[in-house]
């Protein structure tokens, strides 16, 4: 017996904005967030050096503000909801998979209903990020 897997990126591809920006807003650095991407994007700076960076302007946050912000609006690319409903109710395995941190990843996951998620995974305390570490991003998180 054959397995169907389906597997998506997430930021510009799920979702119509960068999502890390759209949270890193919930303490004023959204635009900062943009801004040292486009910087990466532009190869004027070193990729993991970058999302540490604008991952740790979340420390603080709560995975709740995080969860509220999603759902007022997820940022969902039309037709996004249809297509993990598709998928699912013809066999398929869906994977989600992103440098984004896996909590905002795991929210997606629940609302689309996919099956497994492959992202960062920041530090974690009593549901307050607490920023990462270079050796945190030495190995995949796969839930």
């Given at each position: ?10 930021d510009?591809?799920?979702?119509a ?11 004023g ?23 540490k960076?604008?991952?740790d ?36 395995i ?14 997606y ?30 190995g995949?998180?796969?839930?």
């Open positions: 017996m054959s397995k169907k897997l389906f597997l998506s990126d997430f510009g591809t799920l979702v904005k960068d999502i890390l920006d759209v949270v890193c807003g919930i303490v650095k959204g635009e900062e967030s943009h801004n040292l991407n486009v910087d990466f994007i532009q190869g004027k700076r070193e990729g993991l050096p970058t999302l960076k604008r991952i302007f979340l420390k603080g946050v709560s995975l709740n503000q995080i969860f509220d912000t999603l759902r007022k609006n997820p940022y969902l690319i039309k037709g996004a909801k249809e297509l993990f409903d598709y998928l699912r109710g013809n066999g398929y869906s994977v989600l998979h992103s440098g984004n941190l896996v909590p905002i990843l795991e929210f996951k629940e609302f689309l209903g996919i099956d497994y998620v492959i992202g960062t995974s920041p530090r974690v305390k009593d549901g307050i990020i607490q920023g990462i570490e270079l050796e945190d991003f030495n995949l998180y796969f839930r």
